[in-house]
């Protein structure tokens, strides 16, 4: 092989090696902005969906404390209704109490 063709194989290996380093730099720069921009994206995935959490746990507590309220007023309106009930027998039970009184 002459000299020439020596220097020009030498040249051109000297040539891709360089392309090839370049490339591998390009390379692990576009895996870093992807890194980022990967990590960027689970970030707001994140905090949407802790933004979610958040008020899928409110509304279930306003459910909660309407339930509970709800519930707080229907045993109010029984203890009304049974106290009503209680009030209405105390002529009755007084004059059972007075006719056993008597009758001892």
């Given at each position: 092989?002459?000299?020439?063709?020596?220097?020009?194989?030498?040249?051109?290996?000297?040539?891709?090696?360089?392309?090839?380093?370049?490339?591998?730099?390009d390379c692990r720069q576009k895996l870093l902005?992807?890194?980022?921009?990967?990590?960027?994206?689970?970030?707001?995935?994140?905090?949407?969906?802790?933004?979610?959490?958040?008020e899928m746990m409110s509304e279930a507590e306003?459910?909660?404390?309407?339930?509970?309220?709800?519930?707080?007023?229907?045993?109010?309106?029984?203890?009304?209704?049974?106290?009503?009930?209680?009030?209405?027998?105390?002529?009755?039970?007084?004059?059972?109490?007075?006719?056993?009184?008597?009758?001892?």
């Open positions: 092989m002459s000299q020439d063709a020596i220097t020009e194989v030498l040249r051109i290996e000297e040539k891709m090696n360089q392309m090839r380093e370049e490339t591998a730099a902005t992807a890194q980022r921009s990967a990590e960027c994206l689970r970030e707001q995935a994140r905090a949407e969906a802790e933004a979610e959490v958040r306003r459910q909660a404390a309407q339930a509970t309220y709800h519930a707080l007023e229907e045993a109010s309106a029984q203890w009304e209704h049974k106290k009503e009930e209680a009030r209405q027998r105390i002529p009755q039970a007084a004059r059972w109490i007075m006719e056993k009184v008597v009758e001892r």
